[in-house]
């Protein structure tokens, strides 16, 4: 019997891929981003939800007051320091309520517990302990290992070689965690056959909708991560405080985020040097690609104690990645202090003939003529749970007179 409602269900995917293929069919499709191209090629996730994110806006919707829910009495409402894009209330019992501005809305029902009658169909229940995670919101695995939460998490979208640090890549090859196919392809017959409870999503999944309502028509609830809406990159760590609530690791998560809150908050009366920065990197198409100037990376930037050289940079999409002819590059970042190349995207920069290899235009800007070019590690976009380390690193870089010695996360072009 079991097997034959496997088969009915397999069958059921089968022909909703059909019918997904076939309306998705018609006379053009529509040019994707280059860049989001470029990452997808090489196959990471991550760079992925860098890159495309904010290319679908997503509606929003804001919750003022605790929801009224039958049977339930308001306990209280999670502190959040950062954090702008989700909340979560408790009430009595170990009930939980997620909300995340997106509009998407959670109840998680303790073990033992039964669903309050009368509950809004636009809640979706979620049965704690929540287990057997597909994580394809690959940013958030840092946060998951930083608060003890492995064993929540049993399918990933990134094989072993996808990962860009140590834990993960050992978890997969040790087979605590299996790669269950990327975000926009996952192996729905794995995501039943290991008894997926939840998938978590970046806002990428917005480029493929048919896949998240595919999984849901499976059984397997969905939440989309908004984490990489949040300008302030505090606030992206902080998400480690709703996954926490999500998985029973509350305390794990406060001291873990507490400790870096402090190296951040230790800055706060540092006057700001007024030294500007150039960080971007160079497409296989040849344009610069800057960050938007009210990313949360220019707002690293910032809380170091330097300036974001690329003033009022922006897209109307909400892209977080701005692409820039070399001339216009230039004419914004002939005068920059600090040229800080990123490559967790493009790690083919390695020294200073690498980074003038990719353009002549180079030797022009007062950085590399000072010879004062850095670039980032290869793991910064999947390290979620560095960002007060980073931090600290660039204000390092910006405070020291010889900081190579002293840092973790950036590395001297020679």
Not at 149 to 172: C, N, Y
Request: contains cysteine; aromatic residues 10%; charged residues 30%.
């Amino acid at each position: 019997m079991k097997n034959f409602k496997k088969s009915i269900i397999l069958l059921l995917i089968f022909c909703l891929v059909m019918c997904f293929s076939m309306t998705a069919c018609g006379p053009a499709n529509e040019q994707t981003d280059p860049t989001e191209d470029q990452t997808q090629e090489q196959g990471t996730d991550e760079q992925g939800e860098e890159q495309g994110e904010g290319t679908q806006e997503a509606e929003t919707s804001e919750v003022t007051d605790a929801p009224e829910i039958a049977g339930l009495t308001f306990e209280s409402e999670l502190e959040r320091d950062y954090a702008e894009q989700f909340r979560v209330f408790r009430y009595e019992g170990g009930y939980k309520y997620f909300h995340i501005v997106n509009g998407d809305d959670f109840l998680l029902v303790p073990e033992g517990g039964s669903v309050p009658e009368g509950l809004d169909e636009n809640v979706t229940v979620l049965q704690a302990p929540v287990k057997n995670i597909y994580l394809a919101a690959t940013a958030q695995m840092a946060l998951f290992l930083s608060m003890d939460g492995a064993d929540s998490i049993r399918l990933t979208s990134l094989r072993s070689d996808g990962w860009t640090f140590d834990e993960p890549k050992k978890l997969t090859d040790e087979g605590k965690f299996v790669y269950a196919g990327k975000y926009s392809e996952p192996d729905y017959e794995m995501l039943l056959d290991e008894g997926c409870e939840l998938a978590i999503e970046s806002t990428m999944i917005y480029h493929t909708p048919e896949v998240q309502e595919m999984i849901e028509d499976l059984g397997i609830p969905v939440l989309v991560d908004m984490s990489s809406y949040e300008s302030n990159p505090v606030g992206r760590m902080e998400w480690i405080k709703f996954y926490a609530e999500l998985i029973g690791k509350e305390a794990e998560a406060k001291e873990f985020f507490d400790g870096q809150k402090a190296k951040v908050e230790s800055l706060d009366e540092f006057e700001n040097t007024e030294k500007t920065v150039a960080f971007f990197y160079i497409s296989t198409d040849g344009k610069a690609i800057v960050r938007s100037s009210d990313d949360y990376i220019p707002t690293m930037i910032e809380m170091a104690g330097a300036r974001y050289i690329f003033k009022d940079v922006a897209d109307e999409t909400g892209k977080a990645n701005i692409p820039m002819t070399i001339e216009a590059f230039y004419d914004a970042a002939a005068n920059a202090d600090y040229v800080v190349y990123n490559a967790s995207i493009d790690s083919s920069v390695k020294s200073m003939d690498d980074l003038l290899a990719k353009d002549p235009i180079m030797s022009e800007i007062k950085a590399v003529k000072e010879g004062n070019c850095w670039s980032t590690g290869s793991s910064m976009y999947q390290r979620t749970d560095i960002a007060g380390d980073m931090i600290m690193d660039f204000h390092t870089l910006f405070t020291e007179e010889n900081p190579e010695d002293k840092l973790v996360y950036l590395s001297k072009l020679e």
